[in-house]
């Protein structure tokens, strides 16, 4: 990081934490004097500049018809300042909802604006912060809803940032604008990537489109002794009966419901995760009934948009850290 890097990134911090003490987050905010800040842009300084040449030759040559071309340029300078200001006070901004995405991939927010002004607000742009720019405009009482997106990154709570909401309406010689600080939040899932299918839990019994195998728990039926077999496993009851010696077969019964099951899998965390998000999303699709197992919550096997938005969600808000938590 440049020192000019750092330096920029303190002054931001700074900056920030005066804005938050005079505008805390909210769910809604209304734009007013004590919100709003106003200052020429660069367009405004090399207006400016040229209004200081022109006066000056107007001093010097005592033309007065210069002297005026001066003036009025001063004139509207100050009424840019006005009519600038005017465009963005009395703007209320609330959050309404936030679409859940997945990481990597864009959270939309919709957002409520509404201005008192009565001829309305022209030429209004909004981005959250390192977000993409929205510009549009407002007719007086008429509540408008935007779709503002911003970048995920990790699985968890997205909270976008602050809001920058400005104006160079009228001339584009004055910059008005203002950071809000809304109470808005995304729900972020794990991105889906595809590993080794989860292995199914067993079963407590025979089910219809189940399968078996041998070396579970339960009692399957007897065979004739072969050389090897485990001694805890021989029968000896038959044997006492005379009947022979026999050995003691068993299975393990699984469902044909499929499980998302955490401790069948062996990667990483996140990994864990964005896999069983992959399958849970591969089930819906297939249509096939899917349950999620995951240390201190089980779902039962289910489907539906309501089923697997619930395993979403729970796989989202999973063992999460501060880092990756709403926690700003």
């Not at 019994?205 to 399968?211: A, D, K, V």
Request: charged share 20%; net charge positive; glycine share 8%.
């Amino acid at each position: 990081m440049s020192i000019s890097t750092y330096w920029r990134a303190v002054w931001q911090r700074r900056f920030f934490r005066w804005i938050d003490k005079r505008a805390p987050r909210a769910r809604q905010i209304s734009l007013n004097r004590k919100n709003l800040y106003i200052f020429p842009n660069r367009t405004g300084f090399l207006y400016l500049a040229m209004t200081v040449v022109i006066w000056l030759l107007g001093t010097n040559y005592q033309n007065n018809l210069i002297l005026a071309l001066a003036y009025l340029m001063i004139s509207l300078f100050v009424v840019a300042i006005h009519h600038t200001f005017a465009n963005l006070s009395g703007i209320s901004v609330r959050f309404i909802s936030a679409t859940p995405a997945f990481a990597g991939e864009p959270a939309s927010f919709v957002l409520e604006f509404e201005t008192r002004h009565k001829r309305g607000s022209e030429n209004v742009e909004i981005c959250w912060q390192g977000g993409e720019r929205h510009t549009f405009a407002l007719n007086p009482a008429e509540p408008q809803r935007v779709n503002l997106r911003a970048p995920s990154k990790v699985r968890g709570y997205l909270h976008p940032g602050r809001l920058l909401i400005q104006s160079r309406f009228p001339l584009g010689i004055i910059r008005c604008w203002s950071w809000l600080n809304l109470e808005a939040v995304a729900l972020i899932y794990p991105q889906p990537i595809a590993i080794d299918e989860p292995h199914h839990q067993a079963s407590s019994g025979r089910e219809e489109g189940g399968s078996s195998t041998r070396g579970g728990d339960d009692f399957s039926g007897l065979r004739e002794y072969q050389a090897g077999d485990p001694i805890k496993h021989i029968a000896w009851k038959q044997y006492a009966q005379n009947k022979g010696l026999f050995t003691k077969e068993y299975e393990a019964y699984f469902s044909a419901d499929k499980w998302l099951d955490w401790h069948s899998l062996n990667q990483l965390q996140e990994l864990r995760l964005s896999g069983l998000c992959y399958w849970a999303l591969h089930y819906e699709r297939q249509q096939i009934p899917y349950g999620l197992s995951l240390p201190g919550l089980t779902l039962e096997p289910a489907l539906g948009e309501y089923h697997l938005q619930t395993v979403l969600k729970a796989l989202a808000q999973f063992n999460l850290t501060r880092e990756a938590g709403y926690v700003d």
